[in-house]
């Protein structure tokens, strides 16, 4: 999974400021308040829309196809081990077409037996369906490994199969199609309690809202242009409904000369939170030195010099006159000081919401598996990091309104039970496919309690009828934010989600939307 995470790190870290300052009127069937007030009668009007129920059957019949078979621009090989009467090579942009007679209408496993010198990304699509991407691991080894996407829903008849490189070169033998089982409904069974040790009244009240929801519906979720409700307006000008979801990135918190950007960021989800809405906050954390790089390759700032000889658990719990003491006194070095200055600032932004009784849903570090930011690229480094925020926040500055999201695929960057309370992934794909395979994969990583899991960012919308169809009902989906969703103008894009598609999301039986969300700290003491 380690390319698609580089993937995904280097699309957020590239729109982390990107996207529109503001939404134009125009005339539509559906009128916003400038404001982003939401409307509740204005949704009324919308009669919800059921998902599509398909056929589903099972089978054990396995397929077999020969890549040499297929259609190719390729090159056939005959040296060494291989299937049939060769193996074919594909470089970057090449693609194999096969097609399969499907027994009947079901999920199905699509294995390919494939190996690459220097790795590779394979994109599979089922007829102009993206459903997955293959990652094949550098190996210099001539044997094939079998990678599989799982959880592949293909209707009776003739389907075309298209593998395409998207990067790097690999050789492909052969293709399997074997039964699959839609995701597994033990991946529902998780636990509403908040890994916070202090959590408000809101919080429990939002974490078991969340906790019920998972499973059963699809929260809307949606990514801003940092200092704008753009993104949002232009979705209730579209659907008449407004999100349950403000995401936005808290990176311009620790920069002087953004200083009165960011805060204008921080009222608009104050005055969100304020209306009932949910609001959520990734942190893409700027080195804590004086290039403020958010990538590793444009700073000299590294996680490991920063915290090697440091008393990681006392340093976690020391108030910042105990933290300048033992700074003065060589005790605590230059990074390790900077670094926990960046997170007392942060501390201080979340208090307002802490202040105003308004839970935050809380991303800090995501991608840590990810060689592009600071912070990752080591396993033990990085949940060494991860707890040091966490008992930071929780324990000494008391931070009772946080709900803690992992965004990552790897488990061996997952921090643990006790300081997760969600899994997230960024999927930049750009397809509507439901991911039920990642969905599965993840809720089966070993030594990782059941956690709710959400799509936190996308380029493409998942269709939730295919979220329903195939039981991978994330918890939320949220969309980036600019151009992934609006154009230079403001107005709604459909470079990657058509208009349709989004209009039946919102006005879904199964999507939940800002004005269905209840009361929290009513929610948290019902039965």
């Given at each position: ?78 040296d ?55 990652y ?32 790097g070169?690999a050789?492909?033998?052969y ?52 200092a704008t ?115 007392d ?76 309370d969600?899994i ?60 992934y ?43």
């Open positions: 999974m380690k390319l698609f995470r580089k993937t995904a790190a280097f699309l957020m870290g590239v729109a982390l400021l990107c996207g529109c300052r503001s939404i134009p009127d125009r005339s539509v069937s559906t009128s916003a308040s400038e404001s982003s007030e939401p409307e509740t009668e204005a949704a009324e009007s919308f009669e919800e829309l059921s998902p599509t129920l398909y056929d589903i059957y099972k089978s054990d019949e396995l397929i077999k196809l020969n890549a040499e078979g297929g259609v190719f621009n390729g090159n056939v090989r005959t060494g081990e291989y299937d049939g009467h060769g193996y074919i090579v594909l470089d970057e942009g090449m693609t194999l077409t096969h097609i399969a007679e499907i027994p009947q209408p079901q999920h199905y496993r699509v294995i390919i037996a494939a190996r690459s010198e220097k790795g590779a990304v394979i994109r599979f699509t089922v007829r102009t369906q993206t459903e997955g991407m293959y094949i691991e550098p190996s210099d080894e001539m044997g094939y490994g079998l990678y599989a996407i799982d959880c592949i829903y293909m209707s009776e008849g003739a389907m075309l199969l298209n593998f395409t490189v998207e990067n070169s050789a492909i033998d293709i399997l199609l074997e039964d699959a089982d839609s995701v597994s409904s033990e991946a529902y069974l998780v636990h509403s309690s908040s890994v916070s040790s202090n959590a408000s009244v809101s919080a429990i009240g939002v974490m078991r809202y969340l906790t019920d929801t998972f499973g059963s519906g699809i929260i809307t979720a949606q990514n801003v242009t940092p409700n753009a993104e949002l307006d232009a979705i209730y000008k579209e659907t008449g409904r407004y999100p349950a979801m403000r995401c936005g990135e808290l990176a311009l918190s620790l920069l002087e000369d953004e200083s009165e950007r960011a805060e204008e960021e921080i009222q608009l989800a104050l005055e969100w939170g304020e209306k009932g809405g949910l609001v959520s906050y990734t942190w893409h954390w700027y080195s804590p030195d004086t290039s403020r790089a958010a990538l590793t390759a444009e700073t000299n700032f590294r996680l490991t010099s920063a915290i090697s000889g440091q008393d990681m658990e006392q340093l976690a719990v020391s108030g910042a006159e105990e933290v300048q003491m033992l700074y003065e006194n060589g005790s605590v070095s230059d990074k390790m000081f900077a670094m926990i200055k960046d997170l600032k942060i501390a201080e932004v979340l208090r307002r919401f802490d202040e105003a009784d308004i839970p935050v849903i809380w991303q800090p570090i995501p991608d840590g598996e990810s060689e592009l930011y600071w912070w990752g690229g080591n396993s033990e480094e990085y949940k060494v990091l991860w707890e040091f925020i966490f008992k930071r926040l929780n324990k000494l500055h008391g931070l009772g309104n946080l709900i803690w999201v992992w965004n990552g695929s790897d488990a061996e960057f997952y921090p643990g039970n006790s300081y997760c969600i997230g992934q960024g999927v930049y794909e750009k397809s509507n496919s439901s991911f039920a395979g990642r969905f599965s994969a993840l809720s089966e990583l070993p030594d990782m309690q059941k956690k709710p899991m959400a799509i936190t960012s996308c380029d493409s919308m998942p269709k939730p009828e295919y979220m329903f169809r195939d039981n991978a009902m994330w918890l939320w989906f949220a969309i980036g934010s600019g151009s969703i609006v154009d230079s103008e403001g107005n709604l894009s459909e470079a990657y989600t058509d208009w349709q598609s989004l209009y039946n999301a919102y006005n879904s039986k199964i999507c939940r939307t800002l004005d269905e969300l209840p009361d929290f700290n009513k929610y948290a003491l019902s039965e």
